[in-house]
């Protein structure tokens, strides 16, 4: 059964950061790139982030060098570290297998606001 459980959103101002933490069941975390993924209202999910099972990690073009994926295979547990946000930023987060399994979790909502 495939568990995804993220945590760690919240309201923070321009410029701020925050660090999202994903629980995930050892059956979609053994062996998987892992990533973040971002859906702003209207808008379609996105991948933002990944890293493979080996810790390589990729970024796309508009959080690279403010974003940071991390994993820790011994907990089963994926992390975004968020610096320099911005309201582009505001979304729903979640964590998935990169590609995907169709099953997601609740996610964890960050707002980018003054």
């Known amino acids: 059964q495939v568990q995804l459980v993220e945590s760690g959103g919240g309201l923070v101002q321009p410029g701020g950061s925050l660090r999202l933490s994903c629980a995930a069941s050892?059956?979609?975390?053994?062996?998987?790139?892992m990533g973040w993924y971002r859906q702003a209202p209207g808008k379609e999910r996105e991948l933002v982030a990944a890293i493979t099972s080996g810790g390589s990690a990729h970024y796309i073009d508009s959080v690279k060098g403010r974003f940071t994926i991390s994993r820790d295979n011994a907990k089963n547990m994926v992390y975004l570290q968020m610096t320099s946000l911005n309201p582009e930023d505001t979304a729903a987060y979640y964590c998935?297998?990169?590609?995907?399994?169709?099953?997601w979790g609740q996610g964890t909502q960050v707002t980018v606001s003054s």
């Open positions: 998935n297998a990169v590609p995907a399994f169709s099953d």
């Open positions: 050892r059956s979609i975390f053994f062996t998987n790139s």
